[in-house]
């Protein structure tokens, strides 16, 4: 069965919720929204085969969330990269107001190593690239935003795991001298707001389970994590303002892994945590699931004021039934105060 909801419906709902307003009321503030779309499909050019066909469930599902988030500036997660950014573009088409600037950087998923980095006996499977992925560039992230890019980005997707400061990996892990830390990658966008620049850091984390007591998973979400509290301590390394965003697949208090790293990174002085309080951000329920956790972030630096935030996770339908067609996770949003 293909669901469906009405852009007059999503817009309704908005406005009794008070998550959109008209932009005439909204000029003085921007909307910045993070969502992992679990979009990602099982072989190259089905993602875009999917959008293009118009009546995947899934897609029609997404596109609702987005329109609903009305986000100036939108990270996402979970869309399967193309070198000509095809699937980014018929998204983009898809929405009720699409953005302008678009920017979908290669991300490590899928990229070949060459190596038997699982010790199954078999090179090139999903395990053995530098990011899991079936495919080159399965999964990965990208920007949509109502303002341009404002210079060049900085991708430190290619630095080695074990070069990092005070890494957690080991001499004897598979791949010891040719993994890379980011399983997806690091970025910093900067935008041009006018004003003022922003810049955008983004990530997305390994899964720190699904592996074995070497805890490998572990250390190197661990470590993902740790690069940006690290940069953040740096007079160089990630200047205000900035809003840090993507996925950590680390609860701070809840599940799997070495969680002293979301904490450090959540108490850094350097940022800020509006959605401290909640609610979660993902649901993978039991019994394989270990229930709603928090492993989706939007962390604005300490110098932007923050006039909102929230969590899309709505209790009554239509949108809520596509909220739950769309992802296991829920879409992140914060409001900041635009410069003068």
Do not use: C
């Amino acid at each position: 069965m293909i669901w469906r909801i009405s852009r007059g419906v999503a817009l309704a709902w908005m406005l009794m919720t008070g998550l959109w307003l008209p932009q005439s009321l909204a000029a003085e503030s921007l909307r910045i929204a993070y969502y992992d779309t679990e979009l990602g499909r099982d072989g190259p050019g089905l993602l875009l085969r999917d959008i293009l066909d118009g009546d995947d469930p899934q897609v029609v599902a997404v596109t609702a969330v987005l329109d609903a988030a009305a986000a100036d500036i939108l990270v996402l997660a979970g869309l399967d990269y193309d070198l000509e950014g095809l699937a980014l573009v018929a998204l983009n088409a898809t929405l009720a107001a699409p953005y302008p600037h678009l920017f979908a950087p290669r991300p490590n998923t899928g990229m070949a190593t060459g190596l038997d980095l699982d010790g199954n006996g078999r090179r090139g499977d999903a395990r053995d690239a530098q990011g899991y992925g079936r495919f080159n560039g399965a999964g990965g992230m990208a920007l949509l935003s109502r303002y341009p890019l404002s210079g060049a980005v900085q991708d430190f997707s290619a630095q080695l795991w074990k070069d990092q400061p005070e890494t957690l990996m080991r001499p004897e892990d598979p791949g010891f001298e040719i993994q890379r830390l980011s399983s997806t990658g690091h970025w910093i966008v900067p935008l041009d707001l006018g004003a003022q620049g922003l810049s955008l850091a983004m990530f997305h984390a390994t899964t720190p389970v699904f592996d074995g007591p070497e805890d490998r998973n572990g250390r190197r979400n661990h470590d993902e994590i740790a690069f940006w509290t690290r940069a953040l301590s740096q007079p160089d390394g990630l200047a205000a303002p900035f809003v840090l965003t993507g996925g950590a697949n680390l609860d701070p208090d809840r599940g799997a892994g070495r969680r002293q790293a979301i904490r450090d990174l959540l108490s850094h002085p350097a940022l800020q945590d509006p959605l401290s309080q909640g609610p979660e951000t993902v649901d993978w329920p039991p019994p394989d699931g270990p229930g709603p956790m928090r492993v989706d972030y939007l962390l604005p630096s300490a110098t932007l004021r923050v006039q909102g935030s929230g969590v899309l996770w709505p209790d009554q339908p239509p949108l809520s039934d596509a909220v739950v067609a769309a992802s296991r996770h829920r879409l992140v949003w914060i409001d900041i105060a635009m410069p003068p």
